[in-house]
């Protein structure tokens, strides 16, 4: 038996932490282009003034479908791959709070996944309803779709507000990260949770930084593997 085995390895783990962003930061850039690309100026500020962002991604469905899928489809893969990477970054840090954050956020991406098959589900509802049919009943059962049975999608949600913090206060507790990658990690944590919503220029701004936190993390564990924590003697980053 390989004592010195974790999950998940350094290769997965190192991929995961480098792809995982990289993804999330990709499909919120084309979901940000479906939405702004096919309408115009005065379509956008209607849609602006909605209260839930459904109906015009719906309307951004109809209006180019291949684009809208694409951009859901690399999110949904970013979450997948993130919940390789949170773990490996729990690992990294290498304390207790760590341990917790990281497992919270994991959870969280499972809620993610859940909402992509809502969401997938409200787009295929167009073809045999129709877009206004369609939008009025995504609208009517919004909240019963989005918080889930048990109210357990809207529930571990929740995970990614506090499992940021304690990442990021066990990343300070032992010197893995330096304030300004702290200040990056907790930005991300502010990202949208929820279904069919909108993807803004400050999203992108937020998963970039979050690029710049776990991308160099994700090649130093590839080229180096992860440091003993208990032997950590320096930060593993100066920034």
């Known amino acids: 038996m390989d004592r010195t085995a974790w999950f998940p390895g350094r290769f997965l783990g190192g991929i995961a932490l480098v792809l995982g962003p990289l993804l999330w930061l990709a499909g919120l850039f084309v979901r940000h282009l479906s939405l702004r690309l096919p309408f115009t100026a005065e379509q956008l500020r209607h849609f602006d003034s909605l209260p839930f962002a ?3 991604q719906l309307a951004a469905y109809v209006e180019n479908p291949a684009l809208v899928t694409a951009g859901f489809a690399l999110f949904a893969a970013g979450s997948a791959v993130l919940c390789l990477a949170f773990a490996t970054l729990a690992r990294i840090v290498g304390h207790g709070l760590a341990v917790w954050g990281g497992a919270m956020l994991i959870a969280t991406l499972f809620s ?5 098959g809502v969401e997938q589900t409200a787009f295929q509802l167009i073809g045999p309803l129709g877009l206004e049919r369609a939008t009025e009943h995504v609208l009517g059962i919004y909240t019963e779709i989005s918080y889930g049975p048990w109210l ?6 929740c995970g990614q507000y506090v499992g940021t913090v ?4 066990g990343g300070y507790l032992t010197g893995t ?11 991300a944590g502010t990202l949208w ?5 909108a993807a803004q220029v400050q999203d992108l701004v937020a998963i970039g930084g979050l690029c710049a936190v776990l991308v160099p993390l994700g090649v130093t564990v590839l080229r180096a593997g992860l440091p003993e924590p208990a032997r950590r003697t320096r930060r593993l980053v100066s920034w």
Do not use: D, E
Request: proline share 0%.
């Open 54 to 56: 459904a109906t015009w």
């Open 112 to 116: 993610r996944l859940y909402w992509t």
């Open 152 to 157: 357990l999608s809207v529930a571990l949600s």
């Open 166 to 169: 304690l990442l990021c206060v």
């Open 177 to 187: 990260f330096g304030t300004a990658r702290l200040a990056l990690l907790l930005f």
């Open 193 to 197: 949770a929820g279904v069919l919503k």
